[in-house]
């Protein structure tokens, strides 16, 4: 049977992942015969439902990534199997169960429908040793690279804690190099790339500056770190970290996860770090000439206007100071805690404000 990547500019990143373990599989931009697999986040599900019910095609469905893991009964709707959370290990196995006929019962880590039209979780998979598996296929297709998975935080928004667990598993410093040679800009994916080679609570700079001082000597290469698409948490940024980055890396601009600048939401959300957090580590930044760009969401269930008044006089703040915002709306996502939440309305203040300083260019974003 063909085995076809459904890839498109939206799931690269998971794509480049998966593809060098299926070295015989192909990417498409269409559904075609054979066996099928997307990857595929809540943004995109409606998209890629229409397109499968649409196919016309021979083909057998697989579906993974974050929607499909957090919302399996739907995905089921539409796809014949679902891989669920880490597929490293599942997909290769999934596929060649498939392919061979034989029971897909004994494949951990699946969800699919039997005879009877009921769904059946198979067993869950442990979490896979990153070092197990390349970063991508560097002849087919790229991404940045994966430093670390996991978090030990339980934002009741966010899906990364619900898909790859509680506990943060770090690359090698000799898998990262190896993989970095394929670069001349090294840019890395990370819930939080201060945490890097600690629990991610209890911050561990020798082991990143270990790791940024074995790239810095591996040649001419610009090091961007802690930059989009990574993100640092505020109470991570310290001035001993920001001299790692000075020090070692190329970029002068750092992503911070702030969300909210009312104390009561960040509770509330269980976010883990205080609005204290966020002002300390914004002064850390301009204190090493670096500039925050901190990411803000709005319409968190019981938010008030009230609430964002305050998260407007944190975001005025730091555009005073030369920081700049990247501001949202919050979307449900299935398998956390809001995932059938109704999101709180913004106010026609923070629509305004956002706005106006839009236009001059301090904040972007959607946060309708």
């Not at 978090?151 to 770090?170: A, D, E, S, V, W």
Request: overall charge negative; hydrophobic content about 30%; some cysteine.
């Amino acid at each position: 049977m063909d085995i076809c990547f459904r890839w498109n500019r939206k799931n690269t990143y998971s794509i480049a992942a998966l593809v060098p373990l299926i070295p015989e599989g192909r990417r498409v931009k269409q559904p075609c015969d054979g066996i099928m697999i997307y990857s595929f986040a809540t943004r995109q599900a409606e998209a890629v439902f229409r397109e499968v019910e649409n196919a016309g095609t021979d083909s057998v469905f697989i579906a993974g990534g974050p929607h499909p893991s957090g919302a399996t009964e739907q995905t089921l709707e539409y796809f014949d199997y679902v891989v669920l959370g880490e597929g490293e290990e599942t997909l290769p196995e999934l596929i060649a169960t498939v392919a061979s006929g034989k029971d897909v019962s004994g494949v951990n880590g699946i969800a699919y429908k039997d005879s009877r039209g009921n769904i059946v979780h198979t067993d869950v998979r442990d979490p896979v040793d990153l070092n197990m598996y390349p970063c991508f296929d560097p002849d087919i297709v790229m991404a940045p690279l994966e430093i670390s998975r996991g978090c030990p935080f339980r934002c009741k928004y966010c899906q990364t804690p619900r898909l790859f667990g509680n506990t943060m598993r770090h690359r090698s410093i000799d898998s990262i190099k190896r993989f970095s040679k394929y670069y001349k800009d090294i840019r890395f994916t990370s819930s939080n790339a201060l945490a890097y080679g600690s629990d991610g609570i209890h911050p561990r700079y020798d082991k990143v500056e270990k790791l940024l001082r074995e790239l810095y000597e591996c040649g001419d290469r610009n090091i961007f770190f802690g930059t989009f698409p990574s993100e640092v948490r505020p109470e991570f940024v310290s001035t001993e970290g920001l001299e790692l980055i000075t020090k070692y890396c190329s970029n002068d601009k750092l992503s911070l996860g702030a969300q909210s600048g009312s104390e009561r939401i960040l509770k509330e959300i269980h976010r883990g770090h205080t609005v204290d957090d966020i002002t300390n580590g914004i002064e850390v930044c301009f204190e090493h000439g670096i500039t925050p760009v901190v990411d803000f969401m709005v319409g968190f269930p019981g938010e008030t206007a009230h609430d964002q008044d305050m998260s407007l006089g944190l975001i005025k703040w730091i555009c005073k100071k030369g920081g700049h915002i990247h501001s949202h709306y919050m979307t449900p996502l299935p398998g956390t805690p809001y995932e059938n939440c109704i999101p709180s309305p913004v106010s026609d203040r923070y629509r305004r404000t956002m706005g106006k300083m839009a236009l001059r260019g301090k904040v972007t974003g959607c946060w309708e």
